[in-house]
């Protein structure tokens, strides 16, 4: 998986899928780090997810993250409470929530 592609599959993911049971009006940063690296944010709100590339300093969780090691958690691969407790992603802010969000945009 490229940066691209993970970009794409958070969109579709945003057309596709309705998240509720996390708190509204939240904002994720993935910070996409290594040879193919970028940035980009979530932010969920009644249910619904929008993507959008760049940067949101006001975020409730970042995530530092290869897109190696993100398109493992993606694919259901990789636990995410594995990833953040061996270090091959690091969550920053409210990390349980962090935890919650990634377990609930795995592939189905």
């Keep these: 998986m490229t940066y691209r592609e993970c970009l794409d599959y958070f969109h579709k993911l ?20 290594g040879r193919d690296s970028g940035h980009f944010y ?5 249910g619904t997810l929008e993507v959008i590339s760049g940067e949101y300093k ?9 897109i190696s090691s993100l398109e ?6 990789m636990d995410p409470i594995y990833a953040y407790a061996t270090g091959k992603l690091n969550i920053a802010g409210d990390v349980s929530l962090g935890r919650n969000f990634l377990s609930r945009i795995i592939k189905e």
């Design 72 to 77: 493992r958690v993606i694919n259901g691969v």
């Design 58 to 66: 006001q975020r409730n969780v970042q995530f530092i993250v290869t």
């Design 14 to 33: 945003s057309v596709h899928r309705n998240i509720d049971g996390l708190q509204d009006d939240t904002y994720f940063q993935f910070d996409v780090i």
């Design 42 to 46: 979530i932010h969920l709100k009644d």
